[in-house]
């Protein structure tokens, strides 16, 4: 098949979803054009069979708000013409799934493209809802050949707000490499980012408020009382500046590392006994099933998709958003016993590789692909 995608390039699961897929994909043989404002984060190498289209903008001084939309419609359209492309699949439904809908408008049925759209999160959650996106996301996802959602929980709100068919939705949750993801790696970073030997608990995201960064200072602060530990923080985002200034109020500063953006999450997680996600919500919580195929145990909420990630008192612990003490208890329960430790990350391991190993969900989408080609794309 000759597939574009398109994605968010910056720091995030959603990018690194539609990067590993389309990476994998050209490596079973498709051919895969990447079509993006710019090159995705973990689009790092020259790999056979793989392009990227960067979406030209003009930046016209009568725009204040350039219109994006609009001119990845023209890229899409421009590379499914020259391409000969059979498919698109946008990640994360705005405004990819109205461009590509724009494209294929504009196409005029002398090339049927098709349009497979994956939903992510906060385009169903929080930004879709919006009344200035509404109506144009459930118009989009409902005009896409093939609709995935990362997680039951993430379907069952795109059903219930924005009533679409559930028969239209099939969730194909996301997916790890488990021979990136792993914990017997090296270069091994455990000396450098804890020189004494302390347990060290570990943060991934792209630092927005829904990830509560505040109450992972304040849960390792608990944590750091009773345990010698570093607290290292991956990512960076609009709460950053808060969360250095809250380490110092806690008195945490000294233990607390921030490495910005890192691009090969990987040989930091290899190295990490605990993994904290406190979201007040999360449609999958991808970083915190790398975290889990690292063998690292995951403190988390129970909220949105993460029950379906997290299995609660197996391979980690999930509790209310807020419930802070009760994360520090058992993160605290897990670190000073290394039994117990031992047989959560041995199970963490072991079930994210069973039911998210990339050789078991990349076939799904090759299937809904060929599917969706010949005039199908239900669940
Ligand atoms: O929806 C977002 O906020 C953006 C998106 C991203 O690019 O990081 O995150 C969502 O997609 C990820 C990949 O599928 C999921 O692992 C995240 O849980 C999800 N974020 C939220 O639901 C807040």
Redesign the pocket.
Known sequence: MKIGITC?PTY????A?ATELGLELARRGHEVHFISYAQPFRLDHFRERVYFHEVEMDHYPLFEHPPYSLALAVALHDAARKHDLDLVHMH?AIPHATSAWIAREMLEGDHPLRIVTTL????I?LVGLHPSFRAITRFSILRSDGLTA?SAFLKERTVRDFQVPAERVRVIP?FVNPEVFRRDKEPCHRAVLAPAGERIVMHVS?FRP?KRIPDVLEIFARIARRVPARLVMVGDGPERPRAVELAGELGVEDRVVFLGKHPSVDELLACADLFLLP?R??????AALEALACGVPVISTDT?GLPEVVRHGETGFLFPPGALDEMAEAGLALLSDDGLWARFSRAAREDAVARYSLDRIIPLYEQLDQEVLEGGGGP
């Open positions: 968010y995030g699961g959603s990018g979803v994360y992510h999160g906060t385009d959650t990362v996301n792209n829904v979201s919500n999360e449609s999958f919580g991808l949105g």
